[in-house]
T-cell receptor, first 116, second 116 residues
Framework: NAGVTQTPKFQVLKTGQSMTLQCAQDMNHEYMSWYRQDPGMGLRLIHYSVGAGITDQGEVPNGYNVSRSTTEDFPLRLLSAAPSQTSVYFC???????????????FGPGTRLTVL | AQSVAQPEDQVNVAEGNPLTVKCTYSVSGNPYLFWYVQYPNRGLQFLLKYITGDNLVKGSYGFEAEFNKSQTSFHLKKPSALVSDSALYFCAVRGKRDTGRRALTFGSGTRLQVQP
């Protein structure tokens, strides 16, 4: 049971380039999400998905796209990278209980992205 | 809107002494509260959560947290600190009136430094 995996671990982009951050989980979790971590700001929600084919925006969605074609995978796409997107990106997943509010989210190891 | 405050950027404690990492929250309705720990260059690891019931919650690695509704606090504690506890600790909240994002709102984090 690998849990939540993310690739790549590190990435350097030039302004304007695009790329996809990969996230996969093998726990059959319905809920998946992407956060970014910036110094002194904790983690902020970018996008989330409550199941295959269903995605929605979080707190800071601009400049990012997501899709959820399978339960296991939830890739995050940067359309045209900007220096403001330099951050550490975490993917998380959880079971989706009836209420959802008490569900524990499990995090991947993160992707450290630098945009020059 | 929900929010979390971790008033201390860093907490220093000697090995063997008790430790406390403070967290206060603001949320509509009943809160669901979480503590996560982040070791260097790693993802967030779940420590414990409060859903309902006993105000003292026990979690992983000997940590516990005390929920205080009147003070809207959820402080993390450990009776005897270890050098290996040195890490970044995040408090997070999810309110029952969340619109469905099921997102966690994180504090800015507290760095715990345990000196030998």
């Amino acid at each position: 049971n690998a849990g939540v995996t993310q690739t790549p671990k590190f990435q350097v982009l030039k302004t304007g380039q695009s790329m996809t951050l990969q996230c996969a989980q093998d726990m059959n979790h319905e809920y998946m999400s992407w956060y970014r971590q910036d110094p002194g700001m904790g983690l902020r929600l970018i996008h989330y998905s409550v199941g295959a084919g269903i995605t929605d925006q979080g707190e800071v969605p601009n400049g990012y796209n997501v899709s959820r074609s399978t339960t296991e995978d939830f890739p995050l796409r940067l359309l045209s990278a900007a220096p403001s997107q330099t951050s550490v990106y975490f993917c998380a997943s959880s079971y989706s209980s009836a209420s959802g509010y008490a569900d524990t989210q499990y995090f991947g190891p993160g992707t450290r992205l630098t945009v020059l | 809107a929900q929010s979390v405050a971790q008033p201390e950027d860093q907490v220093n404690v000697a090995e063997g002494n008790p430790l406390t990492v403070k967290c206060t929250y603001s949320v509509s309705g009943n809160p669901y509260l979480f503590w996560y720990v982040q070791y260097p260059n790693r993802g967030l690891q779940f420590l414990l959560k409060y859903i309902t019931g006993d105000n003292l919650v026990k979690g992983s690695y000997g940590f516990e947290a005390e929920f205080n509704k009147s003070q809207t606090s959820f402080h993390l504690k450990k009776p005897s600190a270890l050098v290996s506890d040195s890490a970044l600790y995040f408090c997070a909240v999810r309110g029952k009136r969340d619109t469905g994002r099921r997102a966690l709102t994180f504090g800015s984090g507290t760095r715990l430094q345990v000196q030998p």
